[in-house]
């Protein structure tokens, strides 16, 4: 394409450091027996924030009358999931023999290393509302196959600064460390903030975040978001202001951070790995019935998809998002249970330097 105007502009092309802020657009997904999510991450155009690789975001719905959150047993390797909910019950069971209720601020932490399955559900007498997070952490691959192993936290430390409250969910926020075990630099924050008052978030310029609006519009580092919408932040930035509107007792976000992860990821269905050999082969050992019980769920285990008719490949850092377009980039993709999903029109703000990871998410669980 030649540029055609007969008077060209003279430009100026100087190197800069620009911090912009980019605002993406969740695509919309179903898992269990109704139950709506704001698929966050993984984006086109954003794969990962530090190792955090995958966040879904649910509710609030009315669980009061349906079956709420009802994922079946399913596999996980090269990875550690964080449960988070904001109002609610659900629980936990994996292959281990965990058996674990999770209550709002509490943190349900597995890791997955060679291989666990597990399942999700909500419970009899449970409140009548459900809202929460979901989150896989990629692991690096000096863990990847470490032991599968589960971590329940129900005593978080809570940094109160004026009217607002810091929940130190990973990583650690003004000396206050999470208990979380975690395998790269990373944080993890849940902030409430007054309705109308500003609230501002030191943080650490090695560090790459994003921000979820839990419940309310807000503006954050001078990007307007709602749920539904997320804010990436990129390195070099000292601090996160946060506006939210007024109207309200509480303005709750989600922070997540970390320093850029440069290794190179493949992901398909519910497994992170390196190489499309190992992904076929955790396909075959859950299809085989390898990955162990998950006793108690009333029913059966998720099925594998199939896998793809090309070769599944990792992609280099850096490497351009056409490259490795998921099949959600260009229209669609398959939900947790093969149902396909729209996805937005298009509010992608440009292509993000570090993308070391290719995604094929036919049917992802959690």
């Known amino acids: 394409m030649s540029n055609l105007d007969p008077a060209p502009e003279a430009i100026a092309l100087a190197p800069a450091v620009v911090h912009a802020v980019d605002v993406l657009e969740a695509r919309k997904a179903a898992i269990g027996d109704g139950t709506e999510v704001r698929r966050l991450l993984p984006q086109r155009t954003l794969r990962t924030v530090g190792a955090w690789c995958f966040l879904d975001h649910y509710g609030p719905d009315d669980v009061s009358i349906r079956p709420g959150m009802q994922v079946p047993p399913h596999p996980h390797i090269g990875l550690q999931t964080v449960s988070w909910l904001f109002e609610g019950l659900v629980l936990h069971r994996d292959s281990l023999g965990s058996q674990q209720l999770i209550r709002p601020g509490e943190l349900n932490l597995m890791t997955a290393g060679r291989g666990i399955a597990h399942s999700e559900e909500s419970v009899a007498g449970r409140p009548a509302a459900l809202h929460g997070l979901q989150l896989w952490i990629a692991l690096p691959a000096q863990d990847r196959f470490t032991e599968p192993r589960f971590a329940h936290h129900a005593d978080l430390p809570v940094v109160r600064e004026g009217g607002a409250r810091v929940t130190v969910v990973i990583g650690e926020h003004r000396g206050e460390r999470s208990p979380a075990e975690v395998s790269t630099p990373l944080a993890g924050f849940e902030v409430a903030v007054p309705g109308g008052d500003d609230f501002v978030l030191p943080v650490r310029e090695d560090f790459e975040y994003a921000v979820v609006a839990v419940d309310g519009s807000a503006v954050v580092a001078g990007a307007l978001i709602a749920p539904g919408l997320l804010a990436h932040l990129p390195a070099g930035l000292p601090e996160i202001r946060f506006s939210p509107a007024g109207g309200r007792r ?39 019935g390898r990955f162990g019980d998950v006793r108690g769920y009333p029913g ?49 703000a440009g292509h993000h330097p570090n993308s070391p990871i290719s995604f094929t998410m036919r049917k992802l669980s959690w």
């Open 250 to 288: 509480h303005a709750r976000f989600f922070v997540i951070g970390g320093a850029p992860f440069g290794e190179r990821l493949l992901m398909w269905w519910n497994f992170v790995g390196r190489s499309g050999e190992e992904i076929a082969a955790a396909r075959e050992d859950w299809v085989a």
């Open 300 to 348: 059966g285990p998720l099925p594998a998809p199939p896998l793809p008719s090309v070769p599944l490949k990792p992609r280099l850092p850096g490497g351009r998002a056409g490259r490795c377009r998921p099949s959600w980039a260009r229209g669609r993709y398959h939900g947790p249970f093969g149902q396909k999903v729209l996805t937005p029109a298009g509010r992608f």
